[in-house]
């Protein structure tokens, strides 16, 4: 069968326009290993970007494949409302164990947008039960990203993918973001105090009253280009949250499970949000699987006689699934046992040095940034003033298509390159990867 043919005869696929697949048409893959992707014809491809930020521990790890496997032929699914299971449990004991402080009621979705939603109506409920109903407006960031269902494609602040569809989006207020690059206060980041932080206190002195929840990615605004701010900006955003009675909802959907250098974003400010959204890295990439997380005190507002009509019912035919259950214990079970964050935060100075040493002085590269094993490029037309490429150029997509070819799937987000590998990425990968990178900007932008 030409499988090729086939597919673009039946699939849609997510966040591409279907026309540049004449072009570039689909990567078949038939299997992968750790870092590397392999395609029908026995093309490898390594996959730096953990398929979308997603992939943890390599693919098909081999301690993740056999949990799956023992599950498996245990239980594959079962009603969650009054029936429960093992993996699930365990699941949940052991993640509270490592979350920030307070952290205890888990409640399950099946994908990032999803915990989303739900950490939004668990939010307004909250203060609707605690005779705060004027609560019932949400804040977010700027050039924000928190997945695409309605709700929170309007918590998102990205014109990319919310411009159409502003006539169905709810009313969200968006705080200007920290921009550190281009930073209007004249800082750079070893002396900043966040004082960008005043654009959220003239929104919270304007709305604070009638606002529920403030969401945000901590640390990191991935989509947006992987934007990296200081923690200082959470800090300042939790006591400002505490101050108006507005719940701090941290979206560690990307951030989470060691990406940024710590288990969670928020590790790094020493705060512990109202709730916290986790997907993506929770299963190591392996399964649809999102949480919400939330406190005591929140919990505590729900739990009532039945009559009081106060319970959350909100539901998800495949809450807590226990594949996905199972493949997300093993994941907290090799971070743990096998040091993986201890690891890749050696590896970690040796990536982002060699970028550095490779592409610092480039001509066309604006600003190099880093946390984690996370590293952006931001290509720029003229690095005195900071001035973008024309978008319509496609540099990024270029450079993209090129690393493609030589075995590299290095997906940019518009002229931002930028590496999110699997935790487990070895130093003579780096050593690969930076090379093939610095060829191709090269190569496109020559
Ligand atoms: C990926 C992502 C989401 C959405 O998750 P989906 O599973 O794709 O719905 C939300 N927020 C952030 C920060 C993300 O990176």
Known sequence: MDFIKKDLEHIWHPCSQMKDYE?????????AKDMYLYDINGKSYMDVVSSWWCNLLGHCNPRINEALK???DKLEHVIFANFSHVPAISLCDKLSKVLPNGLNKCFFTDNGSSAIEAAMKMSFQYHYQTGKAHKKR???????????????????GMDLYSEIYKPMLMDIIHVEAPDCYRCKYGKCRENCDAQCFEEAEREFEKYGEETSAFFVEPLVQGAAGMRIYPS???KKLRKLCDKYNVHMIADEIATGYGRTGKMFACDHAEISPDIICLSKGLTGGYMPMALAVTTDKIYNVFYADYNEGKAFMHSHTYSGNPLACAAAIEVLNILEEEKILETAKENATYFNNLICDKLKNHKYVGEIRSIGLINAIELVE???NKKSFDS??????E?????????????TLGDIIYFNPPLIM?????????EVCVQCINEVLK
């Not at 072009?23 to 078949?28: A, G, Q």
């Not at 700027?142 to 309007?154: P, R």
């Not at 450079?399 to 997906?411: C, H, N, P, T, V």
């Open 392 to 397: 319509k150029k496609r540099y990024g997509y």
């Open 23 to 31: 072009e570039l048409p689909p990567i078949v893959v038939d299997h």
């Open 138 to 156: 949400f804040m977010a960031l700027s050039d924000a990203y928190h997945g695409e269902t309605v709700g929170a494609l309007s918590m998102g």
């Open 70 to 72: 023992n599950q498996i």
């Open 232 to 234: 200082i900006y959470l």
């Open 382 to 384: 003229d690095k005195k």
């Open 426 to 434: 070895t130093r003579e990968e780096m050593d690969i990867a930076v």
């Open 399 to 411: 450079i993209y298509k090129k690393a493609l070819e030589k075995g590299i799937l290095l997906r």
